[in-house]
Antibody
Framework: EVQLVESGGGLVQPGGSLRLSCAAS????????MNWVRQAPGKGLEWVSG????????YNTESVKGRFTISRDNSKNRLFLQMDSLRAEDTAIYYC?????????????WGQGTLVTVSS | DIQMTQSPSTLSASVGDRVTITCRAS??????LAWYQQKPGKAPKFLIY???ILQSGVPSRFSGSGSGTEFTLTISSLQPDDFATYYC?????????FGQGTKLEI
């Protein structure tokens, strides 16, 4: 059974940093592109960041460029999102999601999410 | 960025009804469209990709169609478990945008 378990969310002040982690199991992690997708409270879904199966290629949505960094550790089946210079508009549930095997999209499997709240 | 617009935003229906949700793209996305189902407090669930291909395990009462700029998700006979919010998602080009969602309620 595929499992994706996010951690690392919490309350942080504007301008602060947070590192999210996603532990993957039940599938061959190294074969899958991985993504972060977020959902602001009561709002829709937004793709945030993605990485290839090897981790060599990464992309971010425009609003987080220069602030968020996606990475992965294939030896430990983990995905990460380093979030710096956080803003109030980054407040959301952050979901870890697999790609469609080696393709980045669509999102086959999702974790349950971790809530990030940016507030003073 | 490509804008995705779903209609209606809310749809009221009954068990056994046939319902259709529409998703329109601001420019052609060929058939690079997916659909997801989300229930309150839960993660989205992947339903359909390439506009019409059902993900493994998804009931056959779900179907998708369309290409270019107009797409539909149809549920042929609503079951109690189907009441949720549905999102379309284009993965033709950056920034891989979602529709705003359609809430399907009883």
């Amino acid at each position: 059974e595929v499992q994706l378990v996010e951690s690392g969310g919490g309350l942080v002040q504007p301008g602060g940093s947070l590192r999210l982690s996603c532990a993957a199991s039940g599938f061959t992690f190294i074969n899958y592109a991985m993504n972060w997708v977020r959902q602001a409270p009561g709002k829709g879904l937004e793709w945030v960041s993605g990485t290839s199966s090897s981790g060599d290629s990464t992309y971010n949505t425009e609003s987080v460029k220069g602030r968020f960094t996606i990475s992965r550790d294939n030896s430990k089946n983990r995905l990460f999102l380093q979030m710096d210079s956080l803003r109030a508009e980054d407040t959301a549930i952050y979901y870890c999601a697999t790609g469609h095997i080696s393709n980045w999209f669509p999102f086959d499997y999702w974790g349950q999410g971790t809530l990030v709240t940016v507030s003073s | 960025d490509i804008q995705m617009t779903q209609s209606p935003s809310t749809l009221s229906a009954s068990v056994g009804d046939r319902v259709t949700i529409t998703c329109r793209a601001s420019q052609s996305i060929s058939n690079w469209l997916a659909w997801y189902q989300q229930k309150p407090g839960k993660a989205p669930k992947f339903l359909i990709y390439k506009a019409s291909i059902l993900q493994s395990g998804v009931p056959s009462r779900f179907s998708g169609s369309g290409s270019g700029t107009e797409f539909t998700l149809t549920i042929s006979s609503l079951q109690p478990d189907d009441f949720a919010t549905y999102y379309c998602h284009q993965y033709y080009s950056y920034s891989y945008t979602f529709g705003q969602g359609t809430k399907l309620e009883i």
